[in-house]
Structures are given as structure tokens and as C-alpha cells.
């Protein structure tokens, strides 16, 4: 079964410096894992997607994340952060069999203080 | 922007009565998945739509249903409301690979229902 741990709910940080958004993540298969973005009232953006290539995933606007199989790891980092990234950010993990289904984290929400 | 829409945007019913909801899908995408997002929690899947067939379904009585049609869009229909329901509704489109796998799932801005 999967499943995935936000350890985080609420992160804040200065505009400006880097952000650490942390998962981990449980699977009994080979994970897809996935971070998405959700600003107030709009819906659900990609920010970026590991699907057992290279294990350093770069995504949209700067965002990047390192898949660490030995720590269930997937952890999402921006070296600077920027007013507009205030948001809420899901991890979400996947497996490559059946319905292709995502779980969902509760969420981390982040501030970004001018 | 997906490509994928869903409408209505809100929608507000009382408790005990039925509600569908539309989706239509990115140009080219061939299953749906629904899920319920509840206030300050993640999305939960209810279920996916695969050639107008359910392909698996998450921990949702069968109240929840759906339907896909022909052109790849869909409905979620939930009978018998409950307060329980107050939620934003999310459809995702993907496409299956040959392979059988499935691309990544792109959401549409999503429904909010208020069950009174």
C-alpha cells in the first residue's frame, strides 16, 4: 500500500532565501512521485514528476527534488524563494500498477514573508 | 492552464439530494480520475474512468458514481447528499500509454459543492 508523510504543515520562510518542503513516502512498488502546487481557489499544478529515471528531478520555477530510496525521500527545495511561491504543496506517490491512482499528503502549506 | 475544465465552478444543495458534476478533458486524454478534496486535507481519489469503464475506485460508497462518455469527458454523481459531501470536487485527465501505464494526471480548477 502507499502512502505519503508530510512532516511538515505550515513552513515559513524570508523572501529571498531557500525553501525545504520535506516527504517521505511509503510504497510496496516501484513509485511515480509527484509535488503539486495549489494557490488560493485555483486548482491543482505540477511542479515537477520522478518516474524511476535520473533521482535529482528539476521542475517549474526553480523548484527541484531529490528522489533518495534509501531515506523513502523526496524532499522539494528552491535555493530562493519568491513572494509568489506562497502557496499550498502536495507530495503525492503513485504505483505503476492498476488504476494509477495518486495519494495524496495533507499538505504543506508555505509562507513567504517580504 | 490544463486544458482541463469542470463546471460549475460552486454549487450549494441541501442534505438528501442528488448533484452531478462535469468534466471535459485535455485534448487528447483518455481517462478520468475524480477526487474530493475536503477543507484543509488532500485530495482523496474516489475513482477513474478508463473507455467509459470505472478502472478502480478509492474508499467511497457507492452514492458516488460516474460516467464517461465517447469524447473522453465525464460526469460524478453523488445521490443522497450529505454534509459530509461539503468538499471541492477535482477531475484529472491522462492519457494510457500503450504499455498500459498512465501519464501524469492534470487537474481542472475544480467544483465546490456546500451541502446545507
Known amino acids: 500500500a502507499q502512502s505519503v508523510t508530510q512532516l511538515d504543515s505550515h513552513v515559513s520562510v524570508s523572501e529571498g532565501t531557500p525553501v525545504l518542503l520535506r516527504c517521505n513516502y511509503s510504497?510496496?512498488?516501484?513509485?511515480?512521485l509527484f509535488w503539486y502546487v495549489q494557490h488560493p481557489n485555483k486548482g491543482l499544478q505540477l511542479l515537477l514528476k520522478?518516474?524511476?529515471?535520473?533521482?535529482l528531478v528539476k521542475g517549474i520555477n526553480g523548484f527541484e527534488a531529490e528522489f533518495k530510496k534509501s531515506e523513502t525521500s523526496f524532499h522539494l527545495t528552491k535555493p530562493s524563494a519568491h513572494m509568489s511561491d506562497a502557496a499550498e504543496y502536495f507530495c503525492?506517490?503513485?504505483?505503476?500498477?492498476?488504476?494509477?491512482?495518486?495519494?495524496f499528503g495533507t499538505g504543506t502549506r508555505l509562507t513567504v514573508i517580504p | 492552464e490544463t486544458g482541463v475544465t469542470q463546471s460549475p465552478t460552486h454549487l450549494i444543495k441541501t442534505r438528501g439530494q442528488q448533484v452531478t458534476l462535469r468534466c471535459s478533458s485535455q485534448?487528447?486524454?483518455?481517462?478520468v480520475s475524480w477526487y474530493q478534496q475536503a477543507l484543509g486535507q488532500g485530495p482523496q481519489f474516489i475513482f477513474q474512468?478508463?473507455?467509459?469503464?470505472?478502472?478502480g475506485r478509492g474508499n467511497f460508497p457507492p452514492r458516488f458514481s460516474g460516467l464517461q462518455f465517447p469524447n473522453y469527458s465525464s460526469e460524478l454523481n453523488v445521490n443522497a447528499l450529505e454534509l459530509d459531501d461539503s468538499a471541492l470536487y477535482l477531475c484529472?485527465?491522462?492519457?494510457?500509454?500503450?504499455?498500459?501505464?498512465?501519464?501524469?494526471?492534470?487537474f481542472g480548477p475544480g467544483t465546490r459543492l456546500l451541502v446545507l
Open positions: 484529472a485527465s491522462s492519457l494510457a500509454g500503450l504499455a498500459g501505464g498512465f501519464e501524469t494526471q492534470y
Open positions: 510504497s510496496s512498488y516501484s513509485p511515480s
Open positions: 520522478y518516474t524511476s529515471a535520473a533521482t
Open positions: 503525492v506517490v503513485s504505483e505503476k500498477t492498476g488504476a494509477n491512482n495518486l495519494f
Open positions: 485534448s487528447g486524454h483518455n481517462t
Open positions: 474512468y478508463y473507455r467509459e469503464e470505472e478502472n
